[in-house]
């Protein structure tokens, strides 16, 4: 029997005294007196917990922001746009004047099921992080494909520095070649030197040697063969 049934029994069907069920049971004068007025009013449901969630809670979300965050979106998805925190964030401080943090975003989307769970997704503690320990040590290149808003699809290239994780180069093509790749890197190398090495997936762009020995070394490969450089 919990503590709150045992005071209410001493009280109202012994006929114990408030003072001496304080003293017997070690509890507030005020909690004893609280729980009567409970009792009394509400019977058997004054013996259920209470929820500790407070009155009100000047932090919430608005729900009008809830309904904007919900729209905007909507509106992106639709539209085939990035519609992830940071981008809606953005879109409700340029076009709506309402400031909320990606993290505020998030969670919203959540609790309104708009974000897919993903339970087969490595955890990012699981992850090692990779650093090279000098400038021009190690060169990082990879491409993402991107569709614009007109429909067009593009492909981004980027070569970073895995000292300063300084993108040291990006540019944007209708489709990136083995041609493009070689290119990009002669670039960057003349802006800021060659590296020691550079580390890439083994697509056919940055590697064919590794793609059942049909059509030898790409140009890639065979110029940094040339210069000595790691792959």
Same mark, same amino acid.
């Given at each position: 029997m919990s503590k709150a049934r045992l005071v209410v029994t001493a009280i109202e069907i012994e006929g114990r005294? $408030?003072?001496?069920? #304080? $003293? $017997?049971?070690? #509890?507030?004068?005020?909690?004893v007196y609280e729980l009567l007025a409970r009792y009394r009013a509400e019977s058997e449901a004054a /013996?259920?917990? !209470?929820? !500790?969630?407070?009155k009100t809670s000047p932090t919430t979300t608005p729900q009008s922001t809830v309904d904007l965050i919900i729209t905007v979106r909507k509106q992106l998805a639709e539209a085939g746009l990035d519609a992830g925190p940071d981008t809606i964030v953005w879109h409700l401080r340029h076009h709506h004047q309402i400031t909320v943090s990606a993290s505020t975003v998030a969670r919203v989307l959540v609790r309104q099921g708009l974000v897919v769970a993903q339970p087969n997704k490595r955890p990012k503690s699981s992850y090692i992080r990779f650093q090279a320990e000098q400038p021009n040590e190690t060169w990082q290149s990879d491409f993402t +494909?991107? !569709? @614009?808003? %007109?429909?067009? %699809?593009?492909?981004?290239?980027t070569w @970073? %520095? %895995? +000292?300063s994780r300084y993108a040291l180069h990006v540019s944007a093509y209708r489709r990136i070649t083995g041609q493009i790749v070689s290119a990009? /890197? $002669?670039?960057t190398a003349a802006q800021h030197g060659y590296p020691a090495s550079v580390l890439t997936d083994?697509? @056919? #762009?940055?590697?064919t040697r590794f793609a059942g020995g049909r059509g030898g070394r790409n140009s890639l490969e065979t110029e940094l063969r040339r210069l000595h450089i790691v792959q």
């Open positions: 005294s $408030a003072a001496e069920v #304080v $003293a $017997a049971y070690d #509890v507030s004068r005020s909690w /013996f259920e917990p !209470r929820s !500790r969630r407070p +494909h991107y !569709r @614009l808003a %007109d429909g067009s %699809d593009t492909e981004t290239i @970073l %520095d %895995d +000292h990009t /890197f $002669a670039r083994n697509g @056919l #762009v940055y590697t």
